[in-house]
Structures are given as structure tokens and as C-alpha cells.
């Protein structure tokens, strides 16, 4: 497989910082495992829409749609107000290449302390629905700044997009310890949870080796917590999938390791690589940001390539790197800069 063409966005913020080092990681394992990757950037992002007043051109999309792949840095920044930023690129990304599943793997690495004080095997992955669901763009809002003000938001869920996103939760258990979670509120949203429920439920029925548990949000949250390393693989609607696998990030250690995916599996259209974590402005142009979230989502971008064992390779140097304290950024408690913790990388990668 040769020449794959890669549109890069480093976008606002520490985006920049990430993203430059995910490339300086992936040139190295490409090197090794002689990997064709060809690169465009694009400098969409805030800065951009306070120039122009858009976040990407009118053609942006289709541009995109020429490319194997999208890496993105991260976007949003002060004074662009958040929702601009989002529906102004990563949410039209997203709908427009059928980028249905968001994939958010959580490791607790060795070495790193995270929050809950456990040192238990937390390895389990978080597949939300990407497209539909509560993030829909149907409602309004009526007699705006009057005492009777109403908004309403439709959430929207179909037969289709709970079924695909089901059968890929189930596949992917088939691939590691076999039992799927998944999050519902069926007591009280009386009707698309339920609807969630059933279509989840006669999609587990294809897959008699894999086991299937339903949990309320509310108590599967607090499993998170007090016993996280019960899980394998969750799948939730785009609400439920966002705010779990945001906690999920955190009881792993740092949203600054971890990594995402917007995949389109049936790869008619470029899926996009993305760290979850912001542009976070409050460290911006320090030189510290963790680049582990962005070389991990580097990571799943060259297994959906079809480079699993230069994938896997790039796991093993962040499991190295992460477990010595002289390698670690300050969110993570250690003292390395961005550039620090990328040379290890690609130290380890020679
Ligand atoms: P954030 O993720 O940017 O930052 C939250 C906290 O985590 C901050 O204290 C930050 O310093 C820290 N942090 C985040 N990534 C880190 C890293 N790699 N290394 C070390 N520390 C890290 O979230 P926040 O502050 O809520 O949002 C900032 C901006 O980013 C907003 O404009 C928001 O809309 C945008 N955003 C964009 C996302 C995207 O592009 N996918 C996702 C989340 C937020
Ligand atoms: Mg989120």
C-alpha cells in the first residue's frame, strides 16, 4: 500500500503543538515500516474565521473528500464562540464523510497515577454514535427574550444508526474480551431509549459469543468510577457516548492522552484522528502540552490505514515513554516539554 494522502488541520491552540509532533512520530514509524504518507495542511481553524469569517472555504468538504484520512489538531479559542468552531468544521466533517462512529479507547498505563487511586487493568473502549441522537439540528426556539421563551430540541434516533452502530460494538468485542455495555435511560426517556434498547438488543442476538449488558447512565457512571476495569467495550448515543467517554478520560489518568477516531468503517469516505482534548488556551504556546493524546489518535489513524504492526509500534514507545516519570508532561505530574516526550518517541522508534 503505498502514497495515502493525509489532510492535516492542526487547527487553534496547542492543536498546533500536538499535531506537529504526531507527525514528527508518524515520519519516523513511516521510515521503519516504509510507509508511503503524503501530507497537506490546512490552517482552518479560529484564527481563520476571525480573518475571513469561516472556519474552512465553501469547498472545504469537498477538498477533504480526495484524502484517505483527516488529522486533527484541535479547535476553538477565545473569543470564537464555541458552537461556531464545532458546526463550523469537526460537526460538518463528521455528517458530511458518514462518520458514524467516534472511537475512544481508555488505558490506564503503567506508571501513570490516575485519579481513583487503583492501579486495576483499565483497558476498555468507548464507541459512541457520531451522527444522530440527541445532537440533532431539529427544534427552534419561540418568543426569545419573553417571559414565555420555549426551546425544544428533537432528538432523533433511527433504525438504521443504532443498528450500525450496535453491530460495530459487537464486532469490535468479538475482537477483544467479548461483552458490550450498553448505556441507556429507558426508565425515564420513554421513547428513543427504549427503541435504543430493542434495536441493540436484536443486533446482540446475531453475535451468540458476545455478551451484552444494559445500564442506566446515571448508575454506569458511577461504574466508571468504582470499578472501571469491568468493562470492555460501551456504546452509547452521541450524548451519553460524549460525556462517558470525557469521564472515562479522566479516571485513565489526563484527557491529554486521550485519543479519538471519527470513523466512516465502511471507508467510502476519509474517516478523521483527533486527541479528545481542546485547544486548551490556558497552556497554549508553552511548549508542555501533552502530545501523547495526538500520536495515540496518530496511532488508530495508521491501523485504519491498514498499519497495524506500525500502529502497534507506536503504542509500545507511548507505553514506554509513559512509563518513565523523566517523560511524562506536567499533566500527568512529570516535568517534559512537548519536544521532550517526542524525541523519546521516536528515540524508541529507531
Ligand atoms: P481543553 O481540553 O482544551 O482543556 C481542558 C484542560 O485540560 C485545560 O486545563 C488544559 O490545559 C488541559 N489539557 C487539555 N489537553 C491537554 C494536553 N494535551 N496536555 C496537557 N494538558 C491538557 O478543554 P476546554 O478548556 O474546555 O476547551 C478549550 C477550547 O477547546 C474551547 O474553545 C473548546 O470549545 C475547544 N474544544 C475543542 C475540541 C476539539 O477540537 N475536538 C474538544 C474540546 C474542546
Ligand atoms: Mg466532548
Request: with cysteine; hydrophobic share 45%; aromatic share 6%.
Amino acid at each position: 500500500m503505498s502514497g495515502q494522502k493525509i489532510a492535516v488541520i492542526p487547527g487553534d491552540g496547542i492543536g498546533t503543538d500536538v499535531t506537529a509532533a504526531a507527525r514528527t512520530v508518524l515520519d519516523a514509524v513511516a521510515a521503519k515500516h516504509e510507509i508511503d504518507l503524503q501530507y497537506t495542511e490546512f490552517d482552518w481553524s479560529c484564527q481563520r474565521y476571525a480573518e475571513v469569517g469561516a472556519m474552512m472555504p465553501d469547498d472545504g468538504l469537498d477538498t477533504l473528500r480526495g484524502f484517505d484520512a483527516i488529522l486533527l489538531g484541535a479547535v476553538g479559542w477565545p473569543g470564537v464562540p464555541d458552537h461556531v468552531s464545532l458546526w463550523g468544521l469537526l460537526i460538518p466533517i463528521r455528517r458530511e464523510f458518514r462518520q458514524y462512529v467516534n472511537l475512544r479507547p481508555i488505558r490506564l498505563f503503567p506508571g501513570v497515577a490516575g485519579p481513583l487511586r487503583t492501579d486495576a487493568d483499565i483497558d476498555f473502549v468507548v464507541v459512541r454514535e457520531n451522527v444522530e441522537g440527541e445532537y440533532s439540528e431539529i427544534g427552534g426556539r419561540l418568543n426569545r427574550g419573553l417571559p414565555d421563551e420555549i426551546a425544544v430540541q428533537e432528538s432523533v434516533f433511527t433504525r438504521v444508526g443504532v443498528s450500525r452502530i450496535a453491530d460495530y460494538a459487537l464486532e469490535l468485542a468479538r475482537t477483544r474480551r467479548g461483552h458490550v455495555t450498553s448505556a441507556t435511560k429507558s426508565n425515564g426517556i420513554v421513547h428513543t431509549l427504549p427503541f435504543w434498547d430493542e434495536v441493540v438488543a436484536e443486533r446482540a442476538a446475531r453475535f451468540p459469543d458476545v455478551e451484552l449488558a444494559s445500564e442506566h447512565i446515571d448508575a454506569l457512571a458511577a461504574k466508571f468510577v468504582l470499578h472501571p476495569e469491568r468493562f470492555d467495550v460501551v456504546v452509547g448515543s452521541n450524548l451519553f457516548g460524549d460525556i462517558l467517554s470525557d469521564l472515562a478520560a479522566a479516571v485513565a489518568g489526563s484527557i491529554g492522552i486521550a485519543p479519538s477516531a471519527n470513523l466512516d468503517p465502511s471507508k467510502q469516505n476519509p474517516s478523521m484522528f483527533e486527541p479528545v482534548h481542546g485547544s486548551a488556551p490556558d497552556i497554549a504556546g508553552q511548549g508542555i502540552a501533552n502530545p501523547v493524546g495526538a500520536v495515540w489518535s496518530a496511532a488508530l489513524m495508521l491501523s485504519h490505514l491498514g498499519h497495524a504492526a506500525a500502529a502497534d509500534d507506536v503504542i509500545a514507545a507511548m507505553e514506554s515513554t509513559l512509563a518513565e516519570p523523566e517523560t511524562r508532561t506536567r499533566d500527568l505530574g512529570g516535568t517534559a516539554s512537548t519536544e521532550q516526550v517526542t524525541s523519546a518517541l521516536v528515540a524508541r522508534l529507531r
